[in-house]
């Protein structure tokens, strides 16, 4: 078991009493959770603060969600500037690994297009670009016409490293051809819009590169399978300064093939256990804020383009922002009526973000994803296991919604490749869509049952472009470091404030979500 380092004794002082007086800790935090949230917050408290980390999962480090990831990133999050500065501060600390590690991770800088028929839209897509560039995402810079030289090929090929930012709008004809050529997007397209610091990267080696570099500090340790069954405070001297509580938790453990439950002591507890972070908060007493958290399901497909309907070798992330309405047949719109109300639904107008990403882990294949599909599926909490996916008719639902932005993708309505992939997990989100981050228990709460816990959750579909920047700013929180002015929006006492709750469901307040 992990035994408190002699930096972190200094840290975990009583006052005048020394720690040494005080029972030993098992570690000086207990982090439940070792998806790629949990790993990282490992990662920050030993490599940045020289604390001694145990992770607790009944799974294997970096499976279940954290492996079903689309495995993007970006910092454009429409009008919230917290969102962008939280994400563009993840981003640079992802830059950083990537650049230690030789890219370990297969970062890349492809960008995210945006592409609309509507001119209402382009004019929205030439907003956005504008606001961005008050907030914090980069310049804009609209195009309107050929002769601008920025080539998806060109970007294709920048580095991790590349110094990129800020908005392009391409509007008409010639200004996309010139940025995306071959004629393969639907000539009807008006606009596309290129944020330009996004991608994609292999989410399961950076998670694992940030787990190797956090054991090789000789400070973390993961334990799995185990089972957090029971948290609770008042467990003797143990902590003190740099925001650890002066009374140790007490962390109670359920491992497989022991008889007993396990007892452990750390300095700080870390809830970081992504679709079950609500079940877990509920040990922490009547004194935990409300996470507000609920889950939705995330599906992918995984299909080889054997059309070559898409350049894959250059092509960025690609969403769709129309509504779409499916080319169903006459015979299937009479099937679908008949299936009942999920299938029916999908006979009329619907909402936009069908997206798609080159997927590099098998040659000329796509990887391909539209939330809506699934949201009006109720998910339990704490969630079942596996999540229940529109198997029979995902995959071709989004290769339909797809062809309204390129034609060619029409082909496959007449035969589908063989053995698309389906996968998937869940989307915890807040009703905001901004994570909880910080302290777990009530502002004021010294008498409450577990004082000195904390909460790393709520990241929603942005978990794997999150989770440096969020390993981090919890780190901070539980050592007691200064925050960056972005914390206070991520703060998960913000539900007990009226006026903000008021301005979330107004629609003022929210982290956008594709």
Not at 8 to 31: E, F, K, N, T
Not at 72 to 93: G, H, K, V
Not at 350 to 357: A, S, W, Y
């Amino acid at each position: 078991m992990i035994r408190l380092s002699s930096r972190a004794a200094l840290r975990l002082q009583l006052g005048a009493r020394a720690l040494s007086s005080a029972p030993a800790l098992d570690a000086d935090v207990i982090v439940c959770g070792a998806g790629v949230a949990g790993v990282s917050c490992a990662y920050q408290l030993s490599t940045k603060h020289g604390l001694s980390v145990l992770l607790v999962d009944e799974r294997p480090p970096l499976s279940y969600t954290s492996s079903m990831s689309t495995e993007c990133y970006r910092n454009f999050w429409a009008d919230s500037e917290p969102m962008t500065r939280f994400m563009n501060r993840s981003i640079e600390l992802l830059e950083a690994r990537a650049a230690e590690s030789g890219n370990a991770f297969a970062m890349n800088k492809r960008g995210y297009a945006f592409l609309t028929k509507r001119p209402e839209q382009a004019e929205a897509h030439v907003a956005a670009a504008r606001l961005g560039e008050s907030i914090g995402i980069g310049g804009a810079r609209i195009h309107r016409g050929a002769g601008h030289g920025v080539r998806a090929a060109d970007v294709a090929a920048l580095g991790p490293g590349a110094d990129v930012d800020g908005i392009d709008v391409f509007l008409g004809a010639e200004a996309i051809e010139e940025y995306l050529p071959g004629g393969w997007l639907d000539p009807g397209i008006v606009s596309l819009m290129l944020v330009r610091r996004c991608g994609w990267m292999n989410a399961q080696q950076m998670g694992a590169y940030l787990l190797e570099q956090a054991r090789e500090t000789g400070r973390v340790e993961t334990l799995t399978p185990a089972a957090v069954t029971a948290v609770s405070g008042g467990g003797g001297g143990g902590g003190g300064a740099d925001g650890l509580a002066r009374e140790a938790t007490v962390v109670e453990l359920s491992v497989p093939g022991e008889a007993a439950t396990r007892q452990l002591r750390c300095g700080a507890f870390v809830n970081a256990a992504g679709p079950f972070a609500a079940n877990v908060s509920r040990m922490l007493g009547p004194s935990a804020v409300d996470l507000r958290l609920s889950s939705e399901v995330h599906s992918k497909v995984v299909m080889k383009d054997e059309l070559r309907a898409v350049p894959c070798e250059e092509a960025p992330m690609l969403i769709w922002d129309d509504e779409v309405t499916l080319p169903w047949t006459e015979e299937e719109q009479e099937m679908l009526a008949a299936m009942g109300p999920d299938e029916r639904r999908l006979l009329g107008a619907l909402p936009p973000g069908v997206h798609l990403r080159p997927y590099p882990g098998a040659t000329n294949s796509m990887l391909m994803l539209w939330e809506y599909a699934h949201l009006h599926q109720t998910v339990s909490d704490p969630p079942q296991e596996t999540p229940d996916f529109l198997a029979h008719l995902y995959p071709e639902m989004v290769v339909r919604g797809m062809s309204e932005m390129i034609p060619a993708m029409g082909g496959y309505l007449e035969a589908m490749p063989s053995a698309p992939y389906v996968d998937g997990g869940y989307y915890t989100k807040t009703p905001d869509n901004m994570p909880m981050i910080g302290p777990a228990v009530a502002a004021g709460g010294a008498d409450a049952a577990v004082p000195n816990a904390f909460v790393c959750a709520g990241l929603s579909g942005y978990g794997v472009m999150a989770a440096n920047g969020a390993g981090e700013l919890l780190a901070d929180h539980v050592a007691g470091a200064p925050l960056p002015p972005y914390a206070h929006a991520f703060r998960p006492e913000r539900w007990a404030d009226a006026e903000y709750v008021r301005k979330v469901e107004a629609g003022e307040i929210g982290g956008l979500q594709i």
